[in-house]
């Protein structure tokens, strides 16, 4: 989990930062540009994979496998930089956006090391401990809400050094726009306490979650009756089961309505930030600094608070996959606001796609087990995770827009300029978006009776 963030951004979003770099040393045009910005997306076509290793080994074993692979493969992208294992010319493409000075022997590479080590420590000793947890609820609740509060500093943190720094916005706009933008996304730390405590006591966590706490080291949950777990108690429109392997899956109706949505809401968040470099080209906007930086802040926010407003809302009796429909009205808001020319609307835009991107992953993993069952969890959901986010970023991250964007290129060129260089990728991805939200409807109306069932448990 630690290391998953950081190597979708080195692939992905850190990559334009340096675009236009990359595109002048090494003369590469823009469909070359997305391939190295999807690449790292391509390993979700065997992503189940993964998932059914962990069904089979369990979490531990597969965390730490997933380490040190991370562990090597870092290691070995630093010694191909560094030209201690030679290698073609060509491949230097894939590290050059980490040189500094344009030199293989660069010591910017050397943070490469520093990346191996930090995935090696985030796997290879939490994984030793994964079973081993317990305390208080009430102290786990403080635990979690200082987590949650650091990270919303930084990345509001974030956010104000990106729109500051940018002298063409004014600071009382940026503040002004900044202190709404926050705002909303500081509401549901309030609307959790005003909603009370789940019953019975004053626990923060519910009744299931108090005594897989109490078990231990031990992780057992004791079933009864009368105290079903929510996450166990899964069930699909098609087949009737407590939980469906990846196969018996992949047969119904609602395992395709929920890989449409997040095919669509993941490929249009990957869309802006395979092409947020050549965006801000095609604008005029100078560095994709800050958009980058802004796009990154707002979907840590969206993964963050999208689950507890979802809590919030299921004791409210409202149906979990009703957040993919709010994902995907807030993507298509969000590429609405980048067919505008003007770069407030490229910064808000941006801000509203990274959201929507957030959004979708924790939302997948609840809505994923309700549906489906929490016994093969890990294969199943990896063909959202994994699938989904392959086909997105292929679809609508690469060929899309690298289509209309060459159509748009004068002869002889490699650049576009103007709005029409992506309005078109936009207009489309709207319309996808659209359809997404009624998939999300269609998805919801098909399970009324399991989630009847999981607001009794609920409430």
């Known amino acids: ?3 998953r963030p950081h190597t979708r951004k080195i692939n992905r979003e850190h990559v334009q930062f340096y675009s236009g770099a990359l595109k002048k040393r090494f003369d590469l045009k823009q469909n070359q540009l997305e391939t190295i910005g999807i690449m790292l997306q391509m390993n ?3 992503a189940f994979l993964p998932g ?3 069904d089979a080994r369990g979490a531990r074993f597969t965390i730490t496998l997933g380490g040190c692979i991370m562990l090597l493969g870092y290691t070995l992208l630093w010694a191909i930089g560094k030209e201690y294992i030679p290698i073609a010319n060509d491949v230097y493409t894939l590290v050059g956006a980490y040189e500094n000075s344009g030199r293989s022997s660069s010591p910017g590479l050397d943070f490469l090391l520093v990346m191996a080590a930090y995935c090696g420590l985030c796997t290879l000793i939490p994984a030793q401990f994964i079973r081993k947890f317990g305390g208080a609820p009430r102290g786990i609740r403080r635990q979690l809400l200082t987590s949650f509060s650091i990270i919303v500093l930084l990345a509001v943190a974030v956010t104000i050094s990106a729109l500051l720094q940018h002298q063409t916005i004014s600071t009382s706009v940026s503040l002004s726009f900044l202190t709404v933008i926050t705002s909303l996304f500081l509401m549901p730390f309030v609307i959790p306490s005003l909603e009370g405590p789940f019953k019975p006591g004053n626990s923060f966590l519910h009744p299931c979650q108090e005594q897989l706490i109490s078990g231990g080291a031990s992780g057992e949950l004791e079933t009864t009756d009368t105290f079903p777990e929510p996450l166990l108690e899964a069930a699909s429109s098609d087949l009737e089961s407590s939980s469906l392997t990846l196969s018996e899956m992949v047969r119904t109706v609602d395992c395709w309505l929920l890989l449409f949505s997040s095919v669509v809401i993941v490929g249009a968040g990957v ?6 470099g050549q965006m801000c080209e095609s604008r ?4 994709a600094a800050t958009a980058v930086s802004l796009f990154s802040a707002s ?3 969206g993964r963050l ?4 407003i979802s809590e919030v809302a299921m004791r409210r009796r409202v149906s979990r996959p009703l957040f993919l429909a709010v994902a995907s009205a807030i ?3 969000g590429h609405m606001l980048l067919l505008v020319p003007e770069l407030f609307a490229l910064y808000g835009g941006v801000m509203l796609c990274g959201y929507a991107f957030g959004m979708v992953w924790p939302i997948l993993v609840v809505v994923c087990s309700e549906l489906f069952g929490s016994l093969h969890m890990g294969s199943n959901y990896m063909l959202y995770d994994g699938g989904g986010n392959a086909l997105g970023a292929l679809m609508l991250a690469k060929f899309l827009p690298q289509t209309i964007y060459q159509a748009h290129v004068a002869h002889g060129e490699k650049t576009c300029y103007g709005q029409a260089c992506f309005s078109g990728s936009h207009l489309v991805l709207i319309a996808l978006n659209m359809a997404s939200i009624a998939s999300a409807l269609f998805l919801t109306l098909r399970n009324r009776s399991l989630y009847q069932r999981l607001w009794d448990i609920y409430n």
């Open 52 to 54: 059914l290793l962990y």
């Open 299 to 301: 979907q840590a926010l």
């Open 271 to 276: 869309m802006v930030t395979t092409n947020l």
């Open 305 to 308: 608070f999208t689950g507890l």
């Open 44 to 46: 979700g076509l065997v």
């Open 331 to 333: 993507m298509a808001l």
């Open 1 to 3: 989990m630690a290391c």
């Open 284 to 287: 005029g906007a100078g560095s």
